[in-house]
């Protein structure tokens, strides 16, 4: 039996039945060519390709190292030249990917812990919610001074910082998306697992993870976008009278648009849309073909999905190379562990306890390891409760009448967020559907949309709001507009998930009944994505929340246009250092969005994991 399930793949546990062919076809790129042909399938080329990435990385870390290390400054003079663009976007990207392998670190975490242990569900949920309602501006001065104080003579402090506050805006997406799709795995699935023996450890990585592949790997596309949205934000934040900007593509664009320097904010745009094009080549396209093979169907695929960059690699010597020793090491370490892993808390394995009296060092084990989680908790708790007492003082130094404006704000800003997630579904749900149900469009329109959701919204916001003056639409109004550039993305990118994980076979047998596109869409599709649509709300309803604190106050040719809402309250507290404004602010905003998720969400993902779930 070990051997067995040491020889067992994830691929095994949750595909289909279909065999699939792991031969890759050759890029078109190298034509008919005999000795190009020969040198790509020999490998050479891909092997040549991964030492310069190699190198290329390790360039990129001497570099952030040597920025990271420097001395703070108290102010930083953004280069506006086209050749100070390259270095710029580089150090951006870095903490871009830094704060998204911290983020995918937490989501697997956190998501589990939340998904399999009900005690702590109760609580670990309702903290995202307030999470992800808080916006970057909430987290940000509080962090950005308290790192600078543990770093006082580098940049460090303040490069943590900016990786900290792209996490807020990845790291709530991602974790949604897991926690759903490990609430949502079949049954069949599940029972699998038992009749193997599975410990918590093989179904995590054989049935889970797999399981929630595509839908984890369109919400990190979305996540890292999310993250790029208030990069402008991030980069070039000042407090007060104190300047904590940092050299990156999103400083460089603030500063272009407070100078007015056309030239530099186009050269800007340039540069953000290659290095996008350049993510979805060499990262997302690559992981979005390979967990293809998650899908669960018994039929095949109308037309496979295709990856250049994915093609070239799986000719690599190299990495075949490194594949080998890691199965070695990974079946050493999983020898190494079995006990440790068998032995791990109750409700993970969902093994019967033990007899009593058993009181074997494996008993032992087990009743430590199952201590962990509750010590886990009764920190997180006590954590909570001193960061309560702080914003209790804060509170405490707001009057009445300014609870009451607040408050006005704050309903003013809830209507807008329900018309800017309304309006993006309109659109986003059909489009969605579209590009998803269809792999040759698919492959079409994906490095269109994700330079499209990746592109930050507030670069454009400049142009956006010259349409808008000219069409003599005020800033009230216009403001639904530009929160609908950052949220719209979220539901398009989970409509898209879904509909690729629709099966086949639903497929084909809807098409063998001659159904009507029409009944299609309401007896198969809209179902199909239903529990995708809801995290697509859930996403797109906090990314909205977050996006009101730079859409309804912008800075425009020299003028500040202001909407009221909460989102303008908590900019204009968190640039002036108002901290009991902001907290009482931010408190609202988080208020307003729990009892959106109790009663509105909540009710809708129950719905979304019983009724609608076709895989149970």
């Known amino acids: 039996m070990q051997e067995t399930l040491e020889?067992?793949?994830?691929?095994?546990?949750?595909?289909?039945?279909?065999?699939?062919?792991?031969?890759?076809?050759?890029?078109?790129?190298?034509g008919q060519s005999g000795i190009a042909m020969a040198f790509y399938k020999s490998g050479a080329l891909a092997d040549i390709v991964i030492i310069l990435g190699v190198l290329g990385i390790f360039y990129g870390i001497i570099q952030a190292?040597?920025?990271?290390?420097?001395?703070?400054?108290?102010t930083v003079l953004i280069d506006l030249s086209f050749r100070a663009l390259p270095r710029y976007t580089l150090f951006s990207l870095i903490r871009g990917l830094a704060a998204y392998g911290i983020s995918l670190l937490f989501t697997i975490i956190y998501g589990?812990?939340?998904?399999?242990?009900?005690?702590?569900?109760?609580?670990?949920?309702p903290i995202l919610d307030i999470l992800q309602s808080i916006p970057v501006l909430g987290f940000m001065p509080g962090v950005v001074l308290a790192l600078v104080s543990l770093f006082p003579h580098s940049n460090v402090g303040l490069e943590l910082a900016a990786v900290f506050m792209i996490f807020t805006g990845q790291a709530w997406n991602m974790t949604f998306s897991f926690y759903n799709s490990l609430k949502s795995v079949p049954q069949y699935l599940q029972e699998a697992g038992s009749i193997y023996r599975f410990n918590w450890w093989q179904r995590l990585t054989q049935i889970e993870l797999p399981y929630s592949a595509v839908g984890l790997i369109w919400n990190s596309m979305m996540s890292m976008a999310g993250g790029w949205f208030f990069l402008m934000v991030t980069e070039s934040f000042q407090l007060g009278n104190r300047d904590f900007r940092l050299p990156g593509i999103g400083s460089y664009m603030s500063v272009a648009v407070e100078k007015g320097n056309v030239?530099?904010?186009?050269?800007?745009?340039?540069a953000m849309i290659i290095m996008i094009v350049m993510l979805d080549q060499l990262l997302w396209r690559p992981l979005v073909v390979w967990a293809q093979k998650f899908r669960i169907e018994d039929t095949s695929q109308e037309e496979s999905m295709q990856s250049w960059f994915l093609d070239l690699l799986r000719h690599s010597h190299m990495l075949r190379w490194i594949?080998?020793?890691?199965?070695?090491v990974g079946r050493r370490f999983a020898t190494m562990t079995s006990v440790l892993f068998q032995r791990a808390p109750r409700y993970m394995t969902g093994a019967a306890s033990e007899a009593p009296n058993d009181t074997s060092p494996a008993t032992h084990r087990r009743s430590f390891l199952s201590f962990v989680p509750r010590l886990l908790f009764i920190l997180l708790v006590g954590v909570l409760a001193v960061a309560l007492v702080q914003v209790v003082r804060l509170l405490a130094t707001v009057r009445?009448?300014?609870?009451?404006?607040?408050?006005?704000?704050?309903?003013?800003?809830?209507a807008r967020v329900i018309v800017a997630v309304v309006l993006g579904t309109l659109w986003a749900l059909p489009a969605g559907l579209r590009i998803g149900l269809s792999p040759r469009l698919s492959k079409i329109m994906q490095p269109i949309v994700q330079v499209a959701a990746s592109f930050p919204a507030p670069m454009l916001f400049p142009a956006v709001i010259l349409v808008l003056t000219k069409l003599n639409v005020r800033i009230g109004f216009g403001s639904i507009v530009l929160m609908l550039l950052g949220t719209q993305w979220y539901i398009l990118f989970?409509?898209?998930?879904?509909?690729?994980?629709?099966?086949?076979?639903?497929?084909?047998?809807?098409?063998?009944y001659h159904i009507t596109a029409r009944q299609r869409f309401w007896s198969l599709y809209l179902p199909a994505v239903f529990p995708y649509l809801v995290t697509g709300w859930v996403t797109a309803t906090g990314g909205a929340w977050n996006a009101s604190i730079v859409a309804e106050l912008v800075t425009f040719r020299g003028q500040t246009l202001r909407a009221q809402g909460i989102g303008s309250i908590i900019s204009e507290a968190a640039f002036g250092a108002k901290f009991g404004e902001l907290a009482a602010a931010i408190f609202l905003m988080a208020l307003t969005v729990v009892l959106i998720n109790r009663f509105v969400w909540r009710p809708l993902y129950a719905i979304a994991s019983t009724r609608y779930n076709i895989s149970k």
Not at 323 to 328: L, S
Not at 494 to 512: R, T
Request: aromatic share 6%; proline share 8%.
């Open 65 to 74: 190292g040597r920025e990271w290390t420097g001395i703070l400054r108290p």
């Open 112 to 125: 589990y812990w939340a998904a399999k242990d009900r005690l702590a569900e109760k609580l670990l949920v």
């Open 494 to 512: 989970n409509v898209i998930a879904g509909a690729q994980a629709i099966p086949s076979d639903l497929k084909e047998a809807a098409a063998s």
């Open 323 to 328: 594949g080998n020793i890691n199965a070695a």
């Open 7 to 30: 020889n067992q793949s994830p691929e095994t546990s949750v595909r289909g039945s279909r065999p699939r062919s792991s031969r890759p076809s050759p890029p078109v790129v190298f």
């Open 400 to 414: 009445i009448s300014e609870w009451l404006r607040l408050l006005r704000s704050d309903l003013l800003t809830l």
């Open 263 to 270: 030239p530099a904010m186009a050269g800007a745009v340039v």
